[in-house]
């Protein structure tokens, strides 16, 4: 059984939104991509934080304005440069995140990951450029934390389990049953306790022995509605 032990970050900068901006901006290769194009996402109360988006874009916007506009103002404009270019359908990734979002809709839930950089596969990103990003992303992360302020967040997969642990210095088992984790960690003093849940990856490409991959949309599910009355009563 996998446990993720952490350390302490440092506190993130003043302007946390600037932050994201400046180093989602990159100089070549695809931009990165904090989170899932969402137009409301500074009020998100609930997060997914997986390994790295797929579908680099960078050419496709014509700028990085115009991209950072799309992806946090107007979430139609940017599907429909990144519809054009993926193909297939969706993933079981996406598949099974819809399953722990539905009954969080109107709440606020936004997807982001523990590397920012997207790629077709994880496994083509050499090892030293995977640190490096991963190092970012965690940047990344904290800023969206100090900025969102949310309510629980559902870390899934080794890198994203493993980035969650480390920015709220938090030990996280993703084979413990899900709706019976009950880890709470603040990033910063005077911040509310977060809730904080590990999961295999929602791929169900990877996981232990004996788990049971055909259970994940059910348990998804389960605890999309358990959060659900928790923030209803919040």
């Not at 440092?10 to 932050?19: D, M």
């Not at 934390?145 to 210095?169: M, N, Q, W, Y």
Request: glycine share 8%; with cysteine.
């Amino acid at each position: 059984m996998q446990h993720y032990d952490t350390i302490s970050t440092s506190a993130g900068g003043p302007n946390a939104e600037v932050l994201l901006r400046r180093l989602a901006q990159t100089t070549s290769g695809p931009y990165l991509r904090p989170f899932t194009p969402d137009a409301a996402w500074r009020s998100a109360r609930v997060f997914i934080v997986g390994t790295n988006p797929a579908t680099p874009l960078r050419d496709e916007f014509g700028s990085f304005d115009k991209y950072w506009h799309a992806l946090t103002c107007d979430p139609a404009a940017f599907n429909a440069v990144y519809l054009a270019k993926r193909s297939g359908k969706p993933s079981k990734t996406t598949a099974r995140a819809k399953c722990f979002e539905t009954p969080l809709t109107g709440m606020g839930v936004l997807r982001a990951n523990a590397c920012a950089l997207p790629s077709r596969r994880w496994s083509e990103l050499p090892a030293g450029e995977r640190r490096e990003q991963l190092a970012t992303g965690l940047q990344i992360l904290r800023a969206l934390v100090d900025i969102c302020r949310p309510a629980a967040i559902l870390a899934h997969g080794k890198e994203g389990v493993r980035a969650v642990s480390t920015l709220f210095a938090a030990t996280l088992d993703p084979y413990a049953p899900l709706l019976r984790q009950s880890v709470r960690a603040s990033l910063v003093s005077g911040m509310e306790p977060v809730q904080l849940f590990a999961y295999p990856h929602l791929s169900g490409i990877g996981v232990e022995k004996g788990f049971a991959v055909s259970r994940m949309n059910d348990e998804l599910e389960a605890l999309g509605r358990q959060l659900a009355l928790t923030l209803q009563v919040a």
